[in-house]
């Protein structure tokens, strides 16, 4: 019963964003989890199995589903040996900057024979610790989430995903992890002075190849390293925060659409493993 009110405990602060409070995170908390080892106990010699990078658009408006959507698929990723990061973009204007959240990992925990090796008081101070980092590490994730999302702007005109995702796309390709998973919350609609998929305040059709074209003359192609990129809120318009049922967009304008960002993303080293549009059908792996 004890272990299942901490689980329910570890789910409920991700279960509604809101009631984290913003001071959970502050912008440019690197390395956020103190570690549990020292020089009574040493760390397992392993590499970081699984990075996971969150990325969030800031001209995007996410209705709570699509934010709840989000938190669920971040939770599987709090576990043992992972690495995290939460990511903020928009466009490039003042006040509006490319940043990193928070950043953390979650140790690797010792082998029976290391435990054996390990007295019982330092045992207890470490297994104490390394559970604390779990609590940790959902109220960073949360906090810098609930960050992101409360500062979402329709304001803004411009939106620089291609430019904002080649920048980002160096730091998720110096993770040393065996595993880079990038999740990103994005509407994925350019809006730039190199190209715009809007037309009259919708979608446009875009050409695919046209505007990989495009891409390549302006060297917005980036470098991922080899990550699995899953993406949510993909054809998303204000409009749709506000309406039950969304704004109709054609299934042509949504497939030129996934099949462009499919391609830029094989051609920037990353495979696209789903293109939520809006929500994803599966589970973040």
Not at 19 to 48: D, E, F, R
Not at 78 to 88: D, E, K, M, P
Not at 129 to 150: N, P, R, V, Y
Request: with cysteine.
């Amino acid at each position: 019963m004890k272990t299942r009110a901490v689980k329910l405990q570890i789910f409920g602060l991700f279960l509604t964003l809101g009631l984290l409070k913003s001071s959970l995170v502050m912008a440019g908390q690197m390395n956020a989890i103190p570690t549990c080892y020292n020089a009574k106990i040493n760390a397992p010699s392993v590499n970081v199995g699984t990075e996971l990078f969150v990325i969030i658009d800031q001209t995007t408006s996410f209705n709570t589903g699509l934010k709840q959507s989000v938190a669920d698929n971040v939770r599987p990723f709090i576990q043992g040996n992972r690495a995290f990061s939460v990511t903020q973009f928009s466009a490039y204007t003042q006040g509006h900057y490319t940043d990193v959240i928070v950043s953390g990992k979650l140790e690797a925990t010792l082998s029976q024979k290391q435990r054996d090796d390990v007295s019982k008081p330092i045992l207890a101070k470490y297994d104490q610790c390394i559970a604390m980092q779990t609590k940790q590490a959902s109220k960073l994730l949360g906090g810098a989430m609930k960050s992101a999302f409360s500062v979402g702007n329709n304001d803004i005109v411009k939106s620089d995903v291609l430019a904002s995702l080649k920048d980002i796309s160096s730091k998720v390709k110096q993770s040393t992890a065996d595993k880079k998973v990038v999740l990103i919350a994005s509407d994925m609609l350019e809006n730039s002075s190199i190209t715009s998929f809007y037309a009259k305040q919708a979608v446009r059709q875009i050409n695919p190849e046209k505007e990989l074209t495009l891409v390549a003359g302006n060297q917005l192609f980036g470098d991922f390293g080899g990550a699995k990129v899953y993406v949510i809120g993909a054809g998303l318009l204000a409009e749709d925060a506000k309406a039950p049922k969304g704004v109709y967009r054609s299934p042509q304008t949504m497939q030129a659409l996934s099949a462009f960002w499919k391609e830029w993303f094989r051609k920037s080293n990353a495979e696209v493993i789903e293109f939520g549009q809006p929500a994803l059908l599966n589970p973040v792996n």
